[in-house]
């Protein structure tokens, strides 16, 4: 893929999709491509998390468990971030994450967005409102569910 091919699957991304073209292309310079064959783990459920990794090209699969107890969470193609909070904050991997066949992945480590937040405060206060929004409708959404998991009324 190219530098542009590369801006272009970041402008895919939610939470990059509202940043300017040299914001991307900062982002897709400084982060780091990795080339994973079919079933390598890219990271283990509890270990440090240090970054997010956008999907490129391919498939990772994120599971939970081992052996015989292993428990596929799901699949994600291009354009999908994984482990977008360990951007910001740190954090621990909730699943493990391996390829599904040929896959590319780029590494987009904490520093780097710190380094963005810091040196672009417009793109910090952007970030901040999307994720700000994201977590309202998630705390709506969850509210919604609070009658399915309640139980019956106390007697």
């Not at 402008?11 to 994973?36: G, K």
């Not at 991997?93 to 040929?102: H, K």
């Given at each position: 893929m190219t530098l542009e091919q590369d801006i272009a699957r970041l402008?895919?991304?939610?939470?990059?999709?509202?940043?300017?073209?040299?914001?991307?292309?900062?982002?897709?310079?400084?982060?780091?491509?990795?080339?994973?064959a079919d079933g390598r783990v890219l990271f283990r459920a509890d270990a440090k998390a240090l970054s997010g990794f956008v999907v490129m090209a391919g498939e990772i699969a994120l599971s939970r468990g081992s052996g015989d107890d292993t428990v596929e969470l799901g699949r994600y193609g291009p354009g999908?971030?994984?482990?977008?909070?360990?951007?910001?904050?740190?954090?621990?991997?909730?699943?493990?994450?391996?390829?599904?066949?040929?896959?590319?992945?780029?590494?987009?480590?904490?520093?780097?967005?710190?380094?963005?937040?810091?040196?672009f405060p417009d793109v910090a206060a952007r970030l901040h409102a999307q994720i700000a929004d994201r977590l309202i409708e998630t705390v709506g959404e969850l509210g919604a569910l609070e009658n399915r998991f309640a139980g019956p009324p106390p007697r």
């Open positions: 402008s895919m991304v939610p939470l990059f999709a509202e940043l300017a073209t040299d914001h991307l292309r900062l982002i897709a310079f400084s982060a780091t491509r990795l080339e994973l999908t971030l994984l482990g977008e909070s360990a951007l910001f904050v740190e954090t621990r991997r909730p699943a493990t994450a391996t390829a599904v066949g040929d896959t590319l992945v780029v590494e987009i480590d904490r520093t780097l967005m710190r380094r963005i937040l810091t040196e």
